[in-house]
T-cell receptor, first 112, second 116 residues
Framework: KAGVTQTPRYLIKTRGQQVTLSCSPI?????VSWYQQTPGQGLQFLFE???????NKGNFPGRFSGRQFSNSRSEMNVSTLELGDSALYLC???????????FGPGTRLTVT | AQKITQTQPGMFVQEKEAVTLDCTYD???????LFWYKQPSSGEMIFLIY??????QNATEGRYSLNFQKARKSANLVISASQLGDSAMYFC?????????????FGQGTRLTINP
């Protein structure tokens, strides 16, 4: 079974631009969660989607948004990028009733 | 709110030795799950082991075992016979569930270095 995939793996953007990151979960997993990892703040929860519905949202500004499609693939969008948005963005997939949450390789975003 | 504490920012261990990475947690929920992940320099978070709060026995996965002491709220990861490839960041995490929604709360991590 294929693991969680994320595209692109690396991204360089300029302040003020917007960016869209993509995550494809493990086949059969309906829950996708997104996390931001920075040296200063560590790993922080962004949001969770399940069956195309956002079930949970972390403490991030409205510039951070996401969605999930009927095939469980998820995208997150960051508008009006700031230098502080430079981070590794990780997505994880899981299925209710199963313990494990599996992460993708991450997208490393650099904002200049 | 749930909280995870990893008090060892860095650890240095000789190859083939066993190593214990500390993790303490705080929660008022009777049902919870604890995870350990390994993050090599490539950035990917690799799932290592899971322990449920109601599990009677400590979880084991190959060279990894979780020393779960519920009364002390600790969930230490034990790696037996360490290898050079074990050098990485290690994160302890707790799953927080509220009305069906879930998220992981992570500790700050421990950087493990295995010396030859």
């Amino acid at each position: 079974k294929a693991g969680v995939t994320q595209t692109p793996r690396y991204l360089i953007k300029t302040r003020g631009q917007q960016v869209t990151l993509s995550c494809s979960p493990i086949s059969g997993h309906r829950s996708v969660s997104w996390y931001q990892q920075t040296p200063g703040q560590g790993l922080q929860f962004l949001f969770e989607y399940f069956s195309e519905t956002q079930r949970n949202k972390g403490n991030f500004p409205g510039r951070f948004s996401g969605r999930q499609f009927s095939n469980s693939r998820s995208e997150m969008n960051v508008s009006t990028l700031e230098l502080g948005d430079s981070a590794l963005y990780l997505c994880a997939s899981s299925e209710p009733g199963l313990s494990e949450q599996y992460f993708g390789p991450g997208t490393r975003l650099t904002v200049t | 709110a749930q909280k995870i504490t990893q008090t060892q920012p860095g650890m240095f261990v000789q190859e083939k030795e066993a190593v214990t990475l500390d993790c303490t947690y705080d929660t008022s929920d009777p049902s919870y799950g604890l995870f350990w992940y390994k993050q090599p320099s490539s950035g990917e978070m690799i799932f290592l082991i899971y322990q449920g709060s109601y599990d009677q026995q400590n979880a084991t996965e190959g060279r990894y075992s979780l020393n779960f002491q519920k009364a002390r709220k600790s969930a230490n990861l034990v790696i037996s016979a360490s290898q050079l490839g074990d050098s990485a960041m290690y994160f302890c995490a707790m799953r927080e569930v509220f009305q069906g929604a879930q998220k992981l709360v992570f500790g700050q991590g421990t950087r493990l270095t295995i010396n030859p």
